[in-house]
């Protein structure tokens, strides 16, 4: 693996080859994360103050080293950050450019680096090139956005919005509509006009001279659309062209993976590039998951989630299709990434709730999420078992429902949960932090917080879990996963028992490095196990 120290004007760290390989992520959601000046919302100061719990370099904190920042841009909040005003400056609710700069420098003084939410799709209907546009047909930013006449007063065309309702929306004001994949506010950017694609660029290289490490990179399926705006057809209608089974519902042909979203990635990685070693991680949803790969050719994105691990329930044989498909992605999965949750969905602890094993069964998915072979994401608070919070219909802020999985990070049992000062509101209500908080578990070597240290400084500290390649091993009964870690050298097993009860299994001899039921005590294992309910342990088999 090659690595050297690199020295740049914020600070000295260093660079691995494909660092990202060597990642573990840790998703923020900035106004959530931890409010340095009393207004209730949290910003990027906040996320500065707590690097240490982050990373102090000991085992003593997660031991993360890499965080996606979701947005942090000047924004109408009509969704939360993600119809951009400005894509150049800070949401003065987060903070301005010299707390960001102070961010990265103090991360990457600790060895983590800093990706950026990009959101090139769409920008926020304030933002001032959608101003102009909307202005009149003549204006020569008119074509940035994508503009069409009605069908005797319907939309142009039948695309459907991925929030609800038509994806265009009329403009009185030169009597056309625009094309929009999620909320009217949100109008989408028109990449067939050369101009767009080189103000993307130009974003792309203002961040990147500032530091930042890469991008994950938003809603990167939608980002081209059919040039003659046809219709999408339904299942049966594309059968003919793609010979898939037919039925009657409409399929997003012409608005989602269409061939030319390949060209405007290469473009997005040779900016990159001309950085060193800068990342692109999409968020992709294909219409069809063998098309996934081709998002990963080796001139386009680095990595992509892949979210069938987070779609399946608690079962052993949903997480492993999950995990056979991403592994399974030919050259183009060569690479992996995992994730359970994130800021659009119901926090998994919730999703996985069961009348007698909710914890037991965060700590198994803690224990698969980390040592699966590819780049695990975490979302903040996961780590201590944040539940989805009932938000009530008063403090709703999301138009989508989604408050629930971002309310304030829960530090301590004080008031709020350390997460602002007594005195402030949190811009959303806080989950139970006197029962559920960072300061309480990090006292506690059985909680859920020390499992994910421990994983992750495992993780961190093992060339196998961090590099090997996976295998499965079948010796495990169906309700149980196994899989081998093998490289540089070692071979580590991973077991995992899903059911409610107690599991005998095969297993090499071996020895225990980690069980997430914190009784078992170290021991060295022959032929036979017994995993206990919800149990999941990872053996040293020594070397390979
Ligand atoms: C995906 C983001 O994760 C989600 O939060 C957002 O609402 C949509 N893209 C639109 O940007």
New binding site residues.
């Given amino acids: 693996m090659a690595m050297s120290a690199q020295t740049t004007s914020r600070g000295s760290y260093p660079r691995f080859h494909r660092w990202w390989r060597n990642a573990v992520f840790y998703q923020i959601y900035p106004r959530s994360f931890r409010d340095s000046n009393g207004d209730g919302v949290g910003d990027l100061d906040g996320i500065t103050m707590m690097l240490d719990y982050l990373n102090d370099g000991t085992s003593n904190s997660l031991g993360i080293n890499a965080i996606w920042l979701?947005p942090i841009y000047p924004s109408p909040h009509k969704?939360?950050g993600?119809?951009v005003s400005n894509y150049c400056a800070i949401d003065p609710d987060l903070g301005d450019l010299e707390s960001f700069d102070r961010l990265i420098s103090q991360a990457h003084q600790r060895g983590i680096r800093v990706i950026l939410?990009f959101?090139p799709?769409?920008t926020s209907d304030q933002h001032p090139w959608f101003l102009r546009s909307r202005s009149s047909k003549e204006d020569p930013q008119r074509n940035w956005y994508i503009w069409a006449p009605g069908k005797g007063g319907e939309p142009p065309t039948n695309w459907m919005s991925?929030?609800g309702g038509p994806a265009w929306t009329y403009d009185s004001q030169t009597g056309e509509w625009y094309m929009h994949?999620?909320l009217a506010e949100?109008p989408d950017l028109n990449y067939r006009c050369a101009e767009v694609v080189g103000a993307i660029h130009d974003v792309l290289r203002f961040w990147l001279e500032r530091g930042v490490d890469g991008f994950r990179i938003?809603?990167v399926a939608r980002l081209s659309k059919d040039a003659e705006l046809r219709d999408n057809p339904t299942q049966s209608a594309l059968a003919g062209i793609t010979r898939a089974e037919g039925s009657g519902v409409r399929v997003n042909f012409y608005c989602h993976d269409r061939p030319e979203v390949h060209d405007l990635l290469r473009g997005f990685r040779r900016v990159v590039d001309s950085y060193g070693e800068r990342l692109l991680v999409g968020?992709v949803w294909p219409r069809e998951p063998s098309l996934l790969a081709d998002y990963l050719r080796p001139d386009e994105l680095h990595l992509a989630f892949n979210f069938r691990l987070l779609k399946s329930p608690y079962s052993a044989s949903a997480f492993g299709a999950a995990i056979r498909y991403g592994e399974g992605l030919g050259a183009a999965g060569e690479w992996p990434t995992w994730t359970l949750s994130?800021?659009?969905f119901p926090r998994h602890i919730s999703r996985y709730q069961s009348a007698e094993a909710t914890e037991e069964r965060a700590r198994m998915a803690a224990m698969m999420l980390l040592t699966l072979h590819g780049t695990p994401f975490i979302y903040y608070g996961e780590e201590i078992g944040m539940r989805e919070v009932d938000v009530s219909p008063s403090r709703r802020l999301d138009p989508?429902g989604?408050d629930g999985c971002r309310t304030p990070m829960q530090w301590s049992a004080a008031m709020h949960g350390g997460f602002t000062v007594p005195g402030a509101e949190p811009w959303l209500p806080c989950g139970d932090y006197t029962q559920i908080n960072v300061s309480e578990q990090a006292r506690d070597q059985r909680s859920l917080l020390s499992l994910y240290r421990r994983l992750i400084w495992l993780r961190q500290r093992d060339p196998a879990l961090r590099e090997g390649a996976y295998r499965a091993f079948d010796g495990v009964p169906r309700d149980c996963l196994g899989f081998y870690r093998e490289g540089a050298g070692r071979r580590l097993l991973v077991m995992l028992n899903f059911a409610n009860a107690a599991r005998e299994t095969e297993s090499p001899a071996g020895t225990l490095l980690l069980s997430t039921k914190p009784e078992r005590v170290q021991q060295t294992l022959e032929a036979r196990l017994t995993l206990d309910a919800n149990e999941g342990v990872v053996l040293d088999l020594g070397n390979a």
Avoid: L, T
Wanted: with cysteine; proline share 0%; aromatic share 18%.
């Fill in positions: 979701c969704d939360w993600y119809d939410d959101v799709n769409h991925a929030f994949s999620y949100q938003d809603a968020e994130n800021h659009d989508m989604r």
